[in-house]
């Protein structure tokens, strides 16, 4: 079978960056505002063109508008490839988008000379802070009579000559859209896509690539985020952090504990479960960002390029999302069942030990009494040692009844 014939291969790649987020302070802000602008420079470097970097308002994160356009360089030759770049914000990011080209008619192995770009400053400090990751598209116009198999087996042989890496071709689901013929592609380190389009959907599939896939790689990107640290770090901690809380309500199951263990423990339990609060706030906020990644990625299912295929897409795009999503739901389920029972443990001890403390001084009450009815007895020196014995007698019967009034009580 002839290898089938593309025309224009293109590589997009779209660099993405925090702008900014609720907890930062304006020198966060400021510092991931410098790591873009470091990245930036690099890339107009790159694609060759002069250009004043933009002066980026990191301070002032909200705007009225969803994005803006900060730097644009047109499409220009150089080392033998067409390069462009822009960049724009995108809610509470920024991104880059760069554009690598070949012109005329040629084989999938084109793709070869399109090679992702990268630099340093990636790897820098403040890069490491602000950077969310990359996302690709490897786009390139085909036949207009091309069936859905042909574009699918197509798609394979792109993305094992742009990424130098054989594909399942069982793992590509492709779905056919008004612009073309949409794929993608399982990548365990960035977003990769692949889109064939008729020359007649140009103009659609410009669109697609320039409006609608910077937003769709954001949401998948930051869920890529948020599950890496939630797998790394934040699950572990909450998990050992209930290990904790649990050996410390085993303690509280504990029969007679005396006074002053009773108070330790309730101190203990109360710091455990004041770091526990906190790591679950932490995880209802990631699980907040899911949803809202979703409700993203669903709105921009109500873009006319889905048409039929809009349920299959949204499948395809969020089932991973959602099933995360849900993961976490289940977890903070189990581990409010453990922050309940805390409470219901730090309750019961401050309980049992107001109850001791009330028995306490019920007796020291009583202690006291008879020493002072001692003390009264020793006031009236005149009388005869058996009357002084009668009277500490008579009181401390007194004091008795008190006591036992009180308690009955």
Known sequence: MPEQIIRDPTLYQWLFFLRWHSRDSNEQRSEHARAFQAVLQAAQEWVGGESKLPTLPPLAPFSSQVSERLVTQPWRERDGTLRELEARTLLDAFYIQLGQALQ??????????????????????????????????????????????????????????????????????????????????????????????????????????????????????????????????????????????????????????????LEQLSMDISRKQANFVETLSDLEEQLETMRVNLRNVGLLMDDEVWGEQRQRAQ??????????TEQIETDLRYLRITQQQ??????????????????????????????????????????????????IGLGSIIVLLGYWWLRRR
Not at 316 to 322: E, F, K
Not at 365 to 375: D, H, I, K, Q
């Open 342 to 391: 805390a409470d219901l443990a730090l309750q019961t001890l401050l309980t049992v030990a107001g109850v001791r403390g009330t028995q306490w001084e019920r007796r020291m009450t009583l202690l006291l009494g008879v020493f002072a009815v001692m003390a009264i007895a020793q006031a009236f020196p005149e009388l005869a040692w058996w009357w002084r014995l009668a009277l």
């Open 315 to 324: 499948q395809l795009l969020t089932a991973d999302m959602a099933l995360f």
């Open 104 to 261: 005329g008619e040629m084989t999938p192995a084109a793709f070869q000379s399109l090679v992702r770009w990268t630099h340093p400053a990636l790897n820098s400090e403040p890069s490491r802070h602000a950077y969310l990751g990359d996302a690709l598209c490897l786009c390139a116009q085909v036949d207009e009579e091309l069936p859905e198999d042909a574009l699918a087996k197509l798609a394979v042989e792109i993305v094992q000559q742009g990424l130098g890496r054989s594909t399942d071709p069982r793992r590509l689901e492709g779905i056919p859209l008004s612009c073309g013929f949409f794929v993608l592609v399982p990548d365990a380190e960035r977003e990769v896509s692949v889109l064939l389009y008729p020359v007649s959907a140009i103009r659609q599939a410009s669109r697609f690539v320039h409006f609608t896939l910077p937003q769709l790689f954001l949401s998948r990107l930051k869920f890529r985020v948020i599950h890496n640290g939630y797998h790394r770090y934040l699950l572990p901690q909450a998990q050992e952090q209930e290990q904790a809380l649990d050996a410390l309500l085993k303690q509280a199951a504990q029969p007679r504990l005396h006074l002053e263990a």
